[in-house]
Every structure is written in C-alpha cells, then in structure tokens.
C-alpha cells in the first residue's frame, strides 16, 4: 500500500512540476488553460485509478507513468550495450577460431574441412569471457588433380575407430583423424580432450 501510494505522490510531483514548467516557458493565452485542463485530467485519473486499486483490488489501468530517474536509464542502457558488445565479441572469436582451425586443417594441402562445431563455455578464470568447451572437425580428403605428371605417395594417417554414441541407431563407424587433432592442439593450445576431427568419405 505504501508502494503504490510513494508511487502516486511521486508522479503527481512530476506532472505538477512539468504543468508548472510548461506554463512559464508557453506564452501567456489560451495555451495555459490547454496546460491546465491536460494536467488536471492526468491528476484526476490517477488519483481514481489508486483509491480504486487501494480499495477494490482493481488492478491499475489507465497511463503508465512510471518516471525513471537518469541512474536508472543510464544503468539499464549500459547493461544493454555491454550485452551487446558481448555478443559481438563472442561471434568476432567464433568466426576467427572457425578461420583458424580451417586454415590450419588445410595447410598440408591433403585436406579440406568440412563442418566445424565449436562449443563455447564461460572461463572460471576470466569473468564475462569465453573459451572453446569442444572443437568438431569433419574433413575430407582434398581432391587430386589427375593430370598432374607428379603423383604423390600414399600416405598412411594413424586413426582411431569409434562406434557412433548411444543415441545414434545405425551405429555406423567413424574416423578420427589423430594426427590432425594434434596440429589442432598445438595450434590453439587447447587440451587434447577437447579437439576432435572425423573423417568424412
């Protein structure tokens, strides 16, 4: 009851204030009894509309006057910037890192990336900052122009053959490329567990 009383007193201050602010700067006339009229009727209204909450429970209708003080927009239009910063510098470090693994990925010239799923966490040690939680790379093998005089020797690539996840029904076999998460971990300077790379057919 209180609150919505200190609300009351506190708006009808501001619209007194304005109708008094208004009338000194418009000229003498017949805008003064528009000033008058207008804050009358907004005093009128709200002055019914919180007796008939008070007493009646009739939830409040009618102009939303709520007056924000200067702190209170300032605070809320820097937490709306710095969300928005955020987000921005977050997806800037996701295009970089997905250009980073894929420039790295391609380097050697006998592969070429394919889909690449980065998962970010917040970092426990850095505040409102982010860091790769896992890294999954598909890659394929880079195409061989035929008409090429040199031919390159077969290479044999260590793997390590895993079994799809629970989830999965057709439990197809898949390859990771281990040789290349160990250029991805030394690139980024991420912890092995994080980094995975499939071959993809």
Do not use: K
């Amino acid at each position: 009851m209180l609150d919505v009383l200190g609300a009351l007193v506190r708006n009808l201050v501001v619209i007194i204030f304005t109708a008094v602010l208004l009338e000194m700067l418009l000229p003498q006339g017949r805008f003064n009894n528009y000033v008058r009229l207008i804050t009358g009727m907004l005093v009128i209204m709200m002055v019914v509309n919180t007796i008939s909450s008070l007493i009646g429970g009739v939830p409040q209708e009618g102009p939303d006057l709520t007056v924000f003080t200067p702190r209170e927009e300032i605070d809320l239009l820097q937490e709306r910037a710095q969300e928005t910063s955020r987000r921005l510098v977050v997806s800037e470090y996701l295009s970089a890192l997905e250009g980073l693994v894929a420039s790295a990925i391609e380097e050697d010239g006998r592969w070429r990336g394919g889909e690449t799923d980065i998962v970010l966490e917040e970092d426990r040690d850095r505040p409102h900052q982010v860091i790769p939680a896992s890294i999954a790379v598909t890659v394929r093998e880079q195409e061989v122009d035929v008409n090429t005089e040199e031919l390159v020797a077969p290479v044999r690539i260590p793997s390590v053959q895993i079994n799809g996840g629970e989830g999965s029904g057709d439990h197809l076999p898949v390859t990771r490329i281990g040789e290349l998460e160990a250029l991805l971990v030394r690139v980024l300077e991420l912890p092995e567990d994080r980094i995975r790379v499939y071959f993809c057919d």
